[in-house]
C-alpha cells in the first residue's frame, strides 16, 4: 500500500502519529514538519491555506495516500480547499472535539483551547453550528502556546507560564470539560489536568482522528512499514524533538517544498518604512514626477535618491514604459528603489497589460540583483488615474501569477496600503488571485 503521509506546521501532529501507531504500529507513514513555517496558528486562513498546497502536493510526491491534516489550523483553513484542490484524494482532518464534549458536560458549560487560525476558519463554525446543542462554549485562543512548545518543549517554565495564563479564564468560567483544539497541546495534558482543577474533564481529538485514518485504509493496510520523518527547518533539531516526545530514535531530513519563497502579504503603512530588500517606486521615464509615493521615497531616501537617479538617467537614458531602473535606497531600512514605469490610465489602450508588465519588471529587477524582499505600492492608481480597485486587483494577481512561475525567486512580498482603503482593496485582490 501507499504510505499515509502526516503532516503539521511542527512537532504537534507528532500527538496523532502517536496514537495512529497505538493501533498500527507497522503502518509506513512519512511525517512532515514544516517548521520552516511554524506555528500555522499566527498566521492568516490564506497563507495557511496556500501552505497547505504545498505541503500535500509534497506528499503525494512520496506517494501518500491519504494524508491527515494533523494540525488544527490547517484543517481550519484548508481542509475544503485540499479536497477541492485534490479531489481523487483522501484526507483526514482535525476539528475540535466539541460534540462529545457536549455530550459528557455536566454543567453544559466547555472550554476550547486552540489557536486563533483556528477559531477563525469555517470548521470550528460549523462544528459549533452542528454539536454544541446549546452548551456554552468558551472560546480561549493561546496565541505563542504552540510556538513554545515547540521552541522551549512541553515542561519548560515559560510553556507552563503561559500555559496557566489561558486555563485561568476557563477555570473562572466554571468549565467542566475542555477541549484541546490544537495538537500541539496533547503534550501538555498532565499540565493541563493539574492547572484545570479535579474533576475537569480533557478531551484529546487525537485518537478519533487516529481510528477514522485507519477506517480509511481499510483492506489495503499491509503490515512491514515504519515512519519516515522529514521537515522543511533543522532535521537535527528535529530529530531532538522526536527522541524527546515519542521516545523514539529518528534521523529525519531537511527538505525544500518549493513554497518557502514567495509569501505575499497585506500590510498598511509608510512604504519607505518597510525593513524589505527592495521597495518599488512608479515612476515616470525619467524617474521624476510630483506623486506623493516617490515624494515620500525623496524624502526618506534623501539627497542619494535624486543623485542616484539623475546618474542613472544619464547613463542609461529614459525608462521605457514597463520597464524598471534600479538605485539605492539612500537611508531607508530598503537597500534598493526599483523604479518603474508605470502606465498612465487610458480608455484607449490595454491598461492591465501594461501594468502587468510593469509588475513584472519590478519583480525580475528584484531577481536580478538578488533581494529577497520586496515592498510595492498601489502602482499607477492615484496620479496615474488607475481606479485603485482596479489597480491593486491587477497588481496583487499579477504577483500570484509571477510567484507561481518563479517559486524561488523572493522569500517575501509586501503590498503595502498608506491607507486602510487601500489597504483593503489589496486584500480583496489578493483573496481573488488566491482563490483561482
Known amino acids: 500500500m501507499a504510505s499515509v503521509g502526516v503532516f503539521d506546521s511542527g512537532v504537534g501532529g507528532l500527538s496523532v502519529l502517536r496514537e495512529i501507531r497505538k493501533l498500527a504500529p507497522d503502518l509506513p507513514i512519512v511525517y512532515l514538519a514544516d517548521q520552516e513555517w511554524a506555528p500555522y496558528g499566527e498566521r492568516s486562513l490564506d497563507e495557511v491555506r496556500e501552505r497547505s498546497v504545498a505541503v500535500v502536493r509534497y506528499l503525494l510526491g512520496r506517494g501518500c495516500d491519504p494524508i491527515v491534516v494533523a494540525c488544527n489550523s490547517a484543517s481550519a483553513a484548508?481542509?475544503?480547499?485540499?479536497?477541492?484542490?485534490?479531489?481523487?484524494k483522501r484526507f483526514v482532518g482535525m476539528e475540535p472535539a466539541v460534540k462529545?464534549?457536549?455530550?459528557?458536560?455536566?454543567?453544559?458549560?466547555?472550554?476550547?483551547?486552540?489557536?486563533e487560525a483556528t477559531f477563525q476558519g469555517e470548521l470550528y463554525a460549523s462544528v459549533l453550528d452542528r454539536h454544541a446543542n446549546g452548551t456554552e462554549v468558551v472560546a480561549q485562543a493561546c496565541p505563542g502556546l504552540a510556538a513554545a512548545v515547540e521552541a522551549l518543549g512541553p515542561d519548560h517554565r515559560d510553556t507552563i507560564g503561559l500555559l496557566e495564563t489561558y486555563v485561568a479564564p476557563l477555570r473562572a468560567a466554571g468549565v467542566d470539560t475542555i477541549v484541546l483544539g490544537c495538537t500541539h497541546y496533547p503534550f501538555l495534558m498532565p499540565a493541563i489536568r493539574r492547572l484545570a482543577g479535579a474533576g475537569v474533564r480533557v478531551i484529546d481529538p487525537a485518537p478519533a482522528v487516529a481510528r477514522q485514518a485507519i477506517r480509511m485504509i481499510g483492506d489495503e493496510y499491509q503490515a512491514g512499514g515504519d515512519a519516515a520523518f522529514a521537515t522543511t527547518g533543522d532535521a537535527e533539531a528535529f530529530s531532538g524533538q522526536i527522541t524527546s516526545l515519542l521516545g523514539d530514535v529518528a534521523q529525519p531530513e531537511t527538505v525544500d517544498i518549493g513554497g518557502r519563497m514567495g509569501e505575499i502579504r497585506v500590510v498598511q503603512g509608510d512604504l519607505t518604512a518597510q525593513a524589505v530588500a527592495a521597495i518599488v517606486n512608479a515612476a515616470n521615464d525619467t524617474l521624476q514626477h510630483g506623486g506623493g509615493v516617490a515624494a515620500a521615497i525623496a524624502r526618506a531616501g534623501g539627497p542619494a535618491i535624486r543623485r542616484e537617479s539623475d546618474e542613472w538617467i544619464r547613463d542609461h537614458g529614459r525608462v521605457p514604459t514597463g520597464h524598471a531602473a534600479v538605485t539605492t535606497a539612500g537611508a531607508m531600512p530598503a537597500d534598493h528603489v526599483i523604479h518603474v514605469v508605470g502606465p498612465i490610465f487610458q480608455q484607449d489602450q490595454d491598461n492591465e497589460y501594461l501594468l502587468r508588465t510593469a509588475v513584472a519588471a519590478a519583480l525580475e529587477a528584484a531577481a536580478d540583483i538578488g533581494a529577497k524582499s520586496i515592498a510595492f505600492p498601489a502602482i499607477s492608481a492615484g496620479i496615474y488615474?488607475?481606479?485603485?480597485?482596479?489597480?491593486?486587483?491587477?497588481?496583487?494577481?499579477?504577483?500570484?501569477?509571477?510567484?507561481?512561475?518563479?517559486p524561488h525567486s523572493l522569500e517575501e512580498i509586501r503590498l503595502v496600503g498608506f491607507s486602510t482603503e487601500v489597504a483593503e482593496h489589496f486584500q480583496s485582490g489578493l483573496r481573488a488571485a488566491r482563490a483561482r
Open 100 to 115: 462529545p464534549a457536549a455530550s459528557q458536560s455536566e454543567k453544559g458549560v466547555i472550554g476550547v483551547l486552540a489557536t
Open 385 to 406: 488615474g488607475y481606479p485603485v480597485a482596479e489597480a491593486t486587483a491587477v497588481l496583487a494577481d499579477e504577483v500570484v501569477d509571477w510567484t507561481g512561475r518563479h
Open 78 to 88: 484548508a481542509l475544503h480547499h485540499l479536497r477541492d484542490v485534490f479531489p481523487d
